[in-house]
């Protein structure tokens, strides 16, 4: 069975740091893009940053120079590290993973969530 689980989260203050962690199992993780999603209430849930699977990054505007997105293809982790963290990025936030297979068809994978809150 495929699982992502989110670990990392809780309420921060203004300019603090969290790590989130995400450990997958079922998959063969050197083969997946992962990244990170986040949703807050009323919003779109949209891309926070992305690892491919050969190592490439990419990050939202919103958060460049703040978050850094590793993995460790060892161990199964993709990891989010998040300074300088603003009320903005209150959030739940979402480890995905997914592989392309050909032109059309993709493997696609989340986890459950988990709350990030940053207070006033």
């Known amino acids: 069975q495929v699982q992502l689980v989110e670990s990392g989260g809780g309420l921060v203050q203004p300019g603090g740091s969290l790590r989130l962690s995400c450990a997958a199992s079922g998959i063969i993780f050197s083969a997946y893009d992962m990244g990170w999603y986040r949703q807050a209430p009323g919003k779109q849930r949209e891309l926070v940053a992305r690892?491919?699977?050969?190592?490439?990054?990419d990050y939202a505007d919103s958060v460049k120079g703040r978050f850094t997105i590793s993995r460790d293809n060892v161990k199964s982790a993709v990891y989010l590290q998040m300074n300088s963290l603003k009320p903005d990025d209150t959030a739940v936030y979402y480890c995905?993973?997914?592989?392309?297979?050909?032109?059309?068809?993709?493997?696609?994978?989340w986890g459950q969530g988990i709350q990030v809150t940053v207070s006033s």
């Open positions: 690892i491919g699977s050969g190592g490439s990054i």
């Open positions: 995905n993973g997914v592989r392309f297979r050909g032109l059309i068809s993709r493997d696609d994978y």
